[in-house]
């Protein structure tokens, strides 16, 4: 805070620097503690219970949990609500103090701006309320010469200041002026001044303090002689004045002006914009449950939510809570951190991949009955858009698996043939193979055989090929049989199971024919 001095009338006041101080708040009720219970939606009695052996600072940090629970997030109305009652009759702490010759406990503060958030920097949508406060006390000065009225001798001494034999202050009028600036141009004069948003905002607020004195000049006029010195002489006596009578009698009327300048300043930037979008909810009609995919920018973005007809799905990037600065008058800020968190309703999340290009996409698991009606709603800071989402439907995607062999060793190799079709086009992706401890991508050309090491206890292979823009999502899958077994024994066992099989089967025949004939 920078402050300026000047004074008309002839001369200037120099502000020094031991008149700068911190004022002492003294009795001071702090807004967020009990001593203020009254005049908060809280229960007295929890409060004072609950902050007996609490610190001062304890204290108002639960006080300010209450009143969150109290409001509704992102709590920018009642913040407004809070900081517009404020009193502030003396000078919050650690706020510089100006003093002037008739000026007293001079201060200004551009406190806040509303609604806004703090988020490394302080971010306002496109129109707010900056509110600025402030502070002073306006004198008389003291009377010169009050009892001079009339003197004899020589002319009496006068003030130095004005020359006059008594100066009388009569009243004051107080002649301040507030201006507030942003990006140089002035917007207002008031406390609560309105704005409309640039992509920076640098306020600045000017207190021109002026204390317009009414004053009453005084002269010595020279009267007549009051006393004299006499001789004799032939023709009697001669006399000479050696002092004149002087009136201190009313000259004119006249005004002082005593001014103190007061700045500080306040810097704010625009939200910034988010990517604008149209939704489209992408359906992989191959794959069973059905599965939706949609991508949703999300840079400068402080939450999304997609929205079907039975299923919410919500995630947040910031999280809200209420802050004070200024106290003891506490004026209250919305702070955001960055917190990721998910809220889901009747929905299954599959996966969330991001991309380069600031967007995120979400697959989850839906039904015919619930995309008929989507829509997703956007958040930022200050603004909400919601859009119905376009339904695309992506063509079947036929992906199979064979192996060689249902019976392998452990010595042996596993070769899995991958078909990859489409309803309406040849495909080309990557398939993902699940088997075991392996887990491999592959890209897959309409046909490929992939080689997999066997492992005991390690009986289905998996394939799976993610949804495109084109084609849906599928998935696939093949048991074997692993064993510790070479594989000529384990060919012998199955040769064996085989003939027991061929001789029950045949027996069972024969059984059910001779039961039949007779």
Same mark, same amino acid.
């Given at each position: 805070?920078?402050?300026?001095l000047?004074?008309?009338?002839?001369?200037?006041l120099f502000l020094?620097?031991?008149?700068l101080?911190?004022?002492?708040?003294?009795?001071?009720?702090?807004t967020?503690?009990?001593?203020?219970?009254?005049?908060?939606p809280i229960?007295c009695?929890?409060l004072?219970k609950?902050t007996?052996?609490?610190?001062?600072?304890?204290e108002?940090?639960?006080?300010?949990q209450?009143?969150?629970y109290k409001?509704s997030?992102?709590?920018?109305?009642?913040?407004e609500?809070?900081?517009?009652?404020?009193?502030?009759?003396?000078?919050p702490e650690n706020?510089l103090i100006?003093?002037?010759? $008739?000026i007293?406990?001079a201060w200004?503060k551009?406190?806040?701006a509303?609604p806004?958030?703090?988020?490394s920097?302080?971010?306002v949508?496109?129109?707010?309320t900056?509110m600025t406060?402030?502070g002073?006390?306006?004198n008389?000065?003291?009377? %010169?010469?009050e009892n001079?009225n009339?003197?004899c001798g020589?002319?009496p001494?006068?003030?130095e200041k004005?020359?006059?034999?008594k100066t009388i202050?009569?009243?004051i009028?107080?002649a301040t002026?507030?201006?507030?600036?942003?990006?140089?141009?002035?917007?207002?004069?008031?406390?609560?001044?309105?704005?409309?948003?640039?992509?920076t905002?640098?306020?600045?607020?000017?207190?021109s303090? $002026?204390?317009?004195i009414?004053?009453k000049?005084?002269?010595?006029?020279?009267?007549k002689c009051?006393?004299?010195?006499c001789r004799?002489t032939?023709?009697g006596s001669s006399?000479?004045?050696?002092?004149?009578?002087?009136k201190?009698a009313?000259?004119?009327?006249?005004?002082? %002006?005593?001014t103190l300048?007061?700045?500080?300043?306040y810097?704010s930037?625009?939200?910034?914009p988010?990517?604008?979008?149209?939704?489209?909810?992408?359906? #992989?009609?191959?794959?069973n449950?059905? $599965?939706?995919m949609?991508?949703?920018p999300?840079?400068?973005?402080?939450?999304y939510?997609?929205?079907?007809k039975?299923q919410t799905?919500?995630?947040?990037?910031s999280?809200y809570?209420?802050?004070y600065t200024?106290?003891?008058?506490?004026?209250?800020?919305?702070?955001?951190k960055d917190?990721?968190?998910w809220f889901?309703?009747n929905?299954?999340i599959?996966?969330?991949?991001?991309y380069?290009?600031?967007?995120?996409?979400?697959?989850?698991?839906? #039904?015919e009955?619930n995309v008929?009606d989507?829509?997703?709603?956007?958040? $930022?800071?200050?603004?909400?858009?919601n859009?119905?989402?376009?339904?695309e439907?992506?063509?079947?995607?036929?992906?199979?698996?064979?192996?060689?062999k249902?019976?392998y060793?452990?010595?042996g190799?596993?070769?899995?043939?991958?078909?990859?079709?489409s309803?309406?086009e040849r495909?080309?992706?990557y398939?993902?193979m699940?088997?075991?401890?392996?887990?491999?991508?592959?890209?897959?050309?309409?046909e490929?055989?992939?080689?997999?090491?066997?492992e005991?206890?390690a009986s289905?292979?998996?394939?799976?090929v993610? #949804?495109t823009?084109?084609a #849906?999502s599928?998935?696939?899958?093949a048991?074997?049989?692993?064993s510790e077994?070479?594989?000529l024994?384990i060919?012998f066992?199955?040769?064996?199971?085989m003939?027991i099989?061929?001789?029950?089967?045949t027996?069972?025949?024969?059984?059910?024919?001779k039961v039949?004939?007779?």
């Open positions: 805070m920078v402050y300026q000047n004074k008309r009338v002839g001369r200037i020094l620097p031991a008149l101080l911190v004022l002492p708040i003294g009795m001071a009720i702090d967020l503690t009990a001593e203020n219970c009254r005049n908060l229960s009695s929890y004072e609950q007996k052996n609490m610190s001062r600072e304890d108002k940090q639960l006080v300010l209450l009143l969150e409001a997030s992102p709590y920018y109305e009642f913040v609500s809070w900081n517009r009652k404020l009193n502030f009759d003396s000078a706020v100006g003093e002037a010759e $008739t007293e406990g200004l551009i406190a806040t509303f806004s958030v703090a988020k920097g302080i971010f949508p496109g129109k707010g900056i406060v402030y002073y006390k306006l008389l000065p003291q009377n %010169y010469g001079n009339a003197a020589d002319e001494s006068n003030d004005y020359g006059d034999c202050y009569a009243n009028k107080d002026n507030l201006q507030i600036s942003k990006n140089g141009q002035m917007i207002g004069s008031q406390k609560f001044t309105d704005f409309n948003s640039s992509k905002n640098e306020f600045e607020a000017v207190l303090i $002026t204390n317009e009414s004053m000049h005084y002269k010595w006029q020279k009267g009051c006393k004299e010195r004799a032939q023709g006399c000479e004045c050696i002092a004149y009578e002087y201190c009313f000259d004119k009327d006249d005004k002082r %002006y005593d300048e007061l700045r500080d300043s810097s930037q625009m939200e910034y988010f990517q604008d979008f149209e939704p489209k909810l992408i359906l #992989s009609t191959s794959a449950p059905l $599965t939706a949609i991508k949703i999300i840079r400068n973005v402080n939450s939510t997609i929205k079907t039975y799905l919500k995630k947040d990037f999280v809570s209420i802050n200024l106290p003891p008058q506490n004026v209250l800020f919305v702070q955001a917190k990721k968190g889901t309703e929905a299954k599959i996966s969330v991949r991001d380069e290009d600031g967007t995120e996409a979400v697959t989850f698991v839906t #039904s009955e008929k989507c829509d997703v709603t956007i958040q $930022t800071f200050f603004n909400t858009t859009k119905k989402c376009e339904i439907r992506l063509a079947k995607t036929d992906l199979k698996i064979e192996t060689d249902w019976f060793g452990l010595n190799t596993i070769q899995a043939k991958i078909t990859l079709s309803e309406k495909l080309v992706n398939v993902n699940e088997y075991g401890s392996q887990n491999k991508k592959y890209m897959i050309e309409g490929k055989i992939i080689s997999l090491k066997p005991l206890g289905i292979i998996i394939a799976s993610d #949804s823009d084109t #849906s599928s998935s696939a899958s048991v074997i049989n692993v077994k070479r594989e024994a060919a066992d199955v040769f064996v199971l003939l099989l061929y001789f029950g089967v027996a069972l025949v024969k059984f059910y024919k039949f004939s007779t």
